[in-house]
Structure formats: structure tokens, C-alpha cells
């Protein structure tokens, strides 16, 4: 192998790409830098490489936008559609924060940068022990599991509907469906419920803006988010059509704001919805996480009409990774969501479900969380202190009650999308408001993940980014 | 408690349901019977229980469909839509079938049945040890885990990819995409790849008939499956539209027939769909199932030119509940399936996944497999046997060489839903094969799941019904 040079090995392995079936026709190769490097060898020797292959026309480039691949009569692509990516991810309704949203995503998994965008608890709150302590006892107890019932182990049901009871919620077990966290509950819900031609009415700016959620024949509605959380005067000049319209809700800790709605405002709205007959989709999954006082009671406490389906998670408690939430309401709406889900992918992990049954039912889960509210309240204030001391001149802020989020609002016009190009120039990942539906110069920064030496060194990166437009 | 009249408890129930939410307006209660069994009571008792709540004006009754909500003004469903069920699970082409699908699902869960219809290996099978080793090794090596990325965990896709090494497919990692079984990644297909307006090749019969997978929009249509598999002239009779046609196939151990294409037939059927630019979903999920030897290589081993979507799964072969299949084909149509994936639900469990990729790395899984092909193999005998000594006289069938499923065709045309109620009401659960599109008097008789001795009582049931018919 040794004497074979590198620019032969690298066309030798292009080749097999092609030939393989896995790169395929129309398709864009990796770019000369990223071969390089996974090659650990010059640009130039990539560029050899790549001629030779090009010679054997199994490749063509064009200019300014990379090399394709163009032999292969019977590829799988051109015989279904081509992956037109532009069309496909249809992100949100601003074209500017397509690209943006993919970006970001594609940051979050890199462990060399700084993450003021991750809506993840840090590394250093991960409960290691608790889950090792559960996972030793859900072995102990394992018994052969197969497809489970539509709804979900029926024992992290009856852990789930005794936590809710707590928050104020009565539910039974079999009006809980267990999925794999609350975007899919929300999929479920724009997929199962939800008519063509619905009207969607959201919160503006909200984090759903910024994923592929509502197929486009839905109208979406904005409706805005003040200090007290939804503008509900604006939502009820609104015309609503029976049978067809409703409303997406994150009232507790509001991503990307961390409003809250009071409980005065939360009455006030139900009765509303009840008297317009729009329903509400609650999305709680912050609810946890307060840091100063338990938040409101929820929607649903007050709910006696079936008028919330209630939406919670432990992907912001204990980890994303096990993929659990669940939804809550009207049993025979559960039960035709759990209807569509059997349809698609046959229910949650097993072993997740259990493990979350456990880290519940021992008061693990509640211990871990105090312990996360300490952290994260020290977290929060560094990132406000952080704020005053470098930022104050040039933007304001609230403190969060609970989340992960601070968010910024600067006081003049900025070019936030040049804003986010100079973070990540120097590493640093921030997520401007537009992508949010956001018109406004504003930016959500998390605490919840970086440590204190990350969040200096990012909040210095801001300010000298700013410094440019100032 | 003890003086308050048990009709008095069951009323208040009743209405504690309804006042919560969890029975909306339009739903319909219970049976009587059904709420007799959960409180331990007469019938009558109930009776008179729900007519003191239809005398509050809560609930009412409709001739022969039983008891509804009709109190309560602002409730969910009457805001969104009502609970059609017969509507929402357009369960397959076939009305009568609906329902017989539904119930089985149903039915599948009981204990107290004997299960010739469970696609599942059964409780002697799981594996115990290893999944307890393998669990107390991921325990051990426990990272923090969050979001994963978009193909899912590493660790794995390089076991799987190893894995399909052996069976001649050759997929590096980045072109595997982990998904929740089987099912969940066809879904992913249909919604993902195909347009709206496709036509959809399928075998006939195939178990995607009892499944809701192809949106209304889409054309099917259906080719016959013979000894060698699928009838590939039939299937070349057919017009083709280009970039809008896609084969799906179960070319190994087909459910429900059991058959495998030759090794032969599936180099032709390849050849012709890269002729006619007709793109192939293979489902494989029952290769590692063979009991006599091993099956021709998959199309995939074959298909130097991306035709071919590859789907396999661990559902069949260690335990539904873990949620673990994939996807392999071309890295540009999985990058685009894993997005449209990371927009439903992030991902599969965290758990599930290194506790797969112990098993398979460890070589647990391969010598688990030789176990359960040895019991597998003894049990298809045994049922064999059976049928060569109870039903010889009415039926045909083939040995199957791999897989879970006899498949019973009947000499004589039977009335099929018939025996399907009959044997139900002897506690014996049937597959007849309409639920699979099949127009013939057949069954889907599955080895995996009964013991010995049920396997007896359940044939001499089926012999016993069928007496009725001859």
C-alpha cells in the first residue's frame, strides 16, 4: 500500500463512492477541503485526484458551486426525484433563515465551538449516577418485551399521571400517550387532528418557526408575545373557523422569549378559547426547569372541558438521547393518536420507558432536578452578569424565571445575519431572532450549556462582532 | 365507602370521566359489559348506573351502537373533529378487512389467547443473558448523551454496516440511517421520497395490505406472488411512469406467503428495474430468520447502481420493544430521509441503540440467532406435523425455510371471516389471508409465538370450526 500514491488511493476511494451506489447521480461530492482533510493530505493533491476521475467521466464540476456526479445511466435519484434540498426543507416562511436554521443544526453536534444555541443541559448536569443506579435496576427486573400497547408501558403512564398530579393535572394513565418526545407529539397532533386547510394560530417569535412542523397547506397565524406572554386581545380579533382552527401554545417559560404567562392571563385565555371554541395544544416541556418559583399552574389544571391536549418531555430534564414525552387529554383523542403512531413506527423504546419509569417512581427524577435548578441558576446569572457588564449599552434583556434561554433585544438595528457569520467565524454559535419569525435585532442565548469560561470568551466574541456595526 | 351503592360509585365515575375531559362529547362509553367486568358487577347494576347519568343529561343512548356523551358544550372534538373512526384507519382496498385488522391488533395483546397471528419469537426466545450482559456493559461505558445526529448513533451504523459485510452489502456507516423499525422506515419512504401521484408496486399478497401505509393519493398496484416470489412478467407488463413508480418487496421469507425468489430470479428482476429505471424498496427482515440455509444474497448485494433501498430491522430477531431497524442505500437519499426523520422525532433511543451495538459487537447477537433458529426450526416442525395430521384432507401448504409463517391455502373456498369468529371464540387468534388482499381461502398460520401444546388445541380448533363449513 505504501507505494501507491495518495492522490491514486483518493480517486480509488471516489470511485467506489460512486460505484457502490452511494454517491449517486446529481449528486455534490464533498468539497476539496473536506477530503483533504479526511485524508489528512494538501488541497492539491485532492484536486489531482479529483482530475483523474474527472478524465474518466464519473465527474464534472461547475463552476462556483462544486463537483458532481455524472455517469451512471440507472441511478436511483434520477429515477425518483432529484434531492432538490431547497425545496425540501422548507424551513420556515423567511427564506434567510433556511439556511441559517440547517446551519445551526449541523453546529450543535460539534464539540469545538462555543454554544450559546444548544437548548441541551451541559455535560456537567447529565444525572451519570441516577442512570446507572436506574439502568442496574430495570436490568434486574428486565422481562421479555415485544410491541408494546398503542399507548406505552402502562407503568411510566401511571409515574407520569401521578407527576402531573402534582403540577395540578388530574389524567388517568389511559388518557397519557407515551412518544418520543414533544416534537413528535406535535407531529402527531398537525398529522393526526389537524384538517388540511386548518388555520394554525402561534406564538410569534416561537421556536416553531424555526422546524418543518405544518405541511403548507395549513395557514399559519401570528400571534405576539409580550412581557405577560401571548397578546391574547390580538388573538381574539382573529376570525376563527369552527372545526378548523388552533392554537399552538408554549406559555410557561416560552421558547425563544422565556415569558410566562400569569395565571390571571392563563384563566382569561381558557375561557376564551372555551367560549370560541378554539383548542390548545400546550407545549410544557420547560415547566421543570424553574428557577425561582414554581411557574403557574398549567392550561390543562384548569382545563374541565377537554379543551388541552397537554404536551410535556424529559429531553430538557434528564437527556434527549432516551427520546420520551408524552400527551395528554381527551381519551378518545389520545387514543386516535395513538392510533396514527402505531402507523408509523410502533411505539417508544422499551428501555427508555422503563428507565424514565424508574428514575420516577424511586424520586430520582425529582432529586436530579433540584440539583439542575441549582446549576442552572448559577448558570443563568453568570450569563446575566456577563450580559451587564459587556452588552448593556447596546441591548436589553429580562431575567428568565426558569428555561434555558435569555433573550436579547438590541436596542438599535442590527445585521444579525452578519452578526451570526462573525460569531461562528471565531466559534462562537448564537441564535439570531429571525429565525424565530423574530423582526426585530434580537438574539436567544442559552445558559444551559456552555460553561462560565465558554460564556465569557462568547460574550466577548459578541461584543467585538458588534463593535463592527456600531 | 362501604355504604355508598356500587351503581352510585360507578355513576360518579362515569361522570368524574366526562367532567375531566377524558370522554368528550360524541364519544361513546364502554359496554356495559365492559364496565361490568372492571368494577365486578352485574350488568344490571351498570344499568342502572348509566341511567342516572343519562337522566343528568350527560350521556344518551342510540339504538343498537351504544351509549354516548352529549353534555358539555365547549369540548375538543366537537371543535376539531369528530371521531370517525371508520373514516380516519382506511386500514387497506378491502372494506371487510378493517376491522378484522384492528381486532387482531387488539387481540395480539392478550395473554389468555392462543396466537397463531403474533409475528413475534416468542417469550423462550428472548434473550435474557444476553440482553442482561449487554446491558450491564452499556452501563459501564455510560456517556452523556443529548441529541444525536441526523443518521444516528455511530458505534452502531458500523456494527450494522459490518454486519451486512457478511451477507455481501457493502454500506459504510454514513449510508445507514437507524430508524424505528422496519415499519417506521418504509413510512419515512413514502413520506420522504415518493411524490404525490406515485404509483406503488406491491406483492400480492403482502402484509403492507393490513397496514396504513401509502397516503390516498397513491396509486397501488398489485403483482402476484408465486412459489418463486414476485411474478416479475406480470410486474414488466405494467407501464412504468418514469420518476414517479417505485417496487416495494419482501423478496426473502415474504410475509405472509413465506416464499424466497431464487437467486436467479432476483439478478433478472434487478436487470429489468435498471432497465426501466424502476427504483426498489427491499425489506429484509426476516434473512436472519433462515432455518435450512441461508437465503440467496439480498438485491442489495447485487445493485452496483443505488436502485435499491435496503430496510432491515431487530425486530423479529431480538425484541420488538427496543425500536431498532435501518435504512442503507445512497448517501444522498439517506442524508434526505434522516432530515425528514430529524423533523418528526429526533431520533431513536439513545439506550436502545449501544444496547444493539453490544450485542451485535460482543457476537452475542450471532450465537442468540443460532438459538433461536434451533427453536424455531423445531417449532415449524412441530406445526408441520400438525397440520399433516388435522388438516391434510382440506389444505395445502409449503414448508417455509425461513421466517415465522405456514401459509394455508384451502382446496375448498371457506368462508374465511367466518372461521376467523369461530376459532376467536375459542380463544384461538387466526390471520386469514384477506387482511393480506388475498381473494383465496387462505391463513397465515405463524410458528414464532405458541407453545407446543397450544399449537395443538389451536389446529384441533381450526379443524373443529372448519367442520361446521365442510
Known amino acids: 500500500m505504501k507505494k501507491i500514491p495518495r492522490y491514486f488511493q483518493i480517486a480509488r476511494w471516489i470511485r467506489e463512492k460512486i460505484d457502490k451506489g452511494e454517491w449517486v447521480i446529481g449528486s455534490k461530492i464533498p468539497t476539496q477541503r473536506e477530503i483533504a482533510e479526511q485524508f489528512g493530505v ?126 395540578g393535572v388530574n389524567i388517568a394513565p389511559e388518557s397519557i400517550l407515551i412518544v418520543s418526545g414533544a416534537l413528535h407529539a406535535l407531529k402527531l397532533i398537525t398529522t393526526g387532528i389537524l384538517k388540511r386547510g386548518s388555520t394554525v394560530f402561534l406564538e410569534s417569535p416561537s421556536y416553531l418557526h424555526s422546524i418543518n412542523l405544518f405541511p403548507a397547506e395549513m395557514a399559519i397565524r401570528e400571534i405576539p408575545v409580550a412581557e405577560e406572554g401571548l397578546n391574547i386581545k390580538e388573538l381574539f380579533q382573529q376570525k376563527f373557523t369552527k372545526n378548523s382552527s388552533i392554537l399552538f401554545l408554549n406559555p410557561t417559560f416560552q421558547n425563544p422569549t422565556s415569558t410566562s404567562m400569569t395565571l390571571e392571563q392563563r384563566k382569561i385565555l381558557l375561557d376564551k378559547c372555551q367560549y370560541y371554541q378554539l383548542p390548545i395544544i400546550e407545549d410544557d416541556i420547560f415547566r421543570d426547569l424553574w428557577l425561582d418559583a414554581p411557574p403557574p399552574a398549567p392550561l390543562k389544571a384548569l382545563d374541565k372541558n377537554g379543551q388541552v391536549l397537554y404536551v ?70 453568570e450569563l446575566l452578569r456577563l450580559l451587564s457588564l459587556h452588552l448593556s449599552d447596546v441591548a436589553t434583556w429580562s431575567t428568565p424565571s426558569g428555561g434555558f434561554f435569555i433573550w436579547v433585544v438590541f436596542k438599535k438595528k442590527m445585521n444579525m445575519q452578519k452578526l451570526f457569520k462573525q460569531c461562528l467565524a ?45
Open 42 to 167: 494538501n488541497r492539491s493533491t485532492v484536486v489531482t485526484a479529483i482530475e483523474m476521475v474527472k478524465s474518466e467521466g464519473l465527474l464534472e464540476g461547475k463552476t462556483g458551486s462544486g463537483i458532481y456526479v455524472v455517469n451512471n445511466q440507472w441511478s436511483l435519484i434520477s429515477a425518483i426525484s432529484p434531492p432538490d434540498w431547497n425545496d425540501f426543507t422548507k424551513w420556515s416562511l423567511q427564506p434567510a433563515s433556511e439556511h441559517t436554521v440547517q446551519m445551526i443544526n449541523e453546529l450543535e453536534n460539534r464539540k469545538d465551538l462555543i454554544q450559546f444555541s444548544k437548548g441541551e443541559l451541559g455535560p456537567e448536569m447529565f444525572p451519570h449516577a441516577e442512570i446507572t443506579e436506574a439502568m442496574g435496576k430495570v436490568t434486574l427486573q428486565l422481562q421479555e418485551f415485544g410491541y408494546g400497547d398503542g399507548l406505552g408501558e402502562l407503568g411510566l403512564r401511571t409515574e407520569i399521571s401521578r407527576h402531573l398530579q402534582r403540577i
Open 426 to 470: 471565531e466559534n462562537v454559535v448564537i441564535n439570531p431572532g429571525f429565525i424565530y419569525n423574530d423582526r426585530h435585532s434580537t438574539l436567544r442565548l442559552s445558559f444551559a450549556y456552555a460553561t462560565f469560561e465558554e460564556m465569557e470568551a462568547g460574550i466577548l466574541t459578541i461584543k467585538s462582532s458588534l463593535s463592527n456595526q456600531i
Open 312 to 381: 410535556g418531555s424529559f429531553s430538557k430534564t434528564i437527556a434527549a438521547g432516551l427520546r420520551i414525552g408524552w400527551l395528554a387529554g381527551p381519551e378518545a383523542v389520545v387514543k386516535r393518536l395513538s392510533d396514527v403512531r402505531m402507523q408509523t413506527d410502533y411505539g417508544s423504546s422499551y428501555l427508555s420507558q422503563v428507565l424514565v419509569k424508574e428514575l420516577l417512581a424511586s424520586g430520582m427524577y425529582e432529586k436530579h432536578l433540584q440539583k439542575v435548578r441549582c446549576r442552572l441558576r448559577e448558570k443563568r446569572d
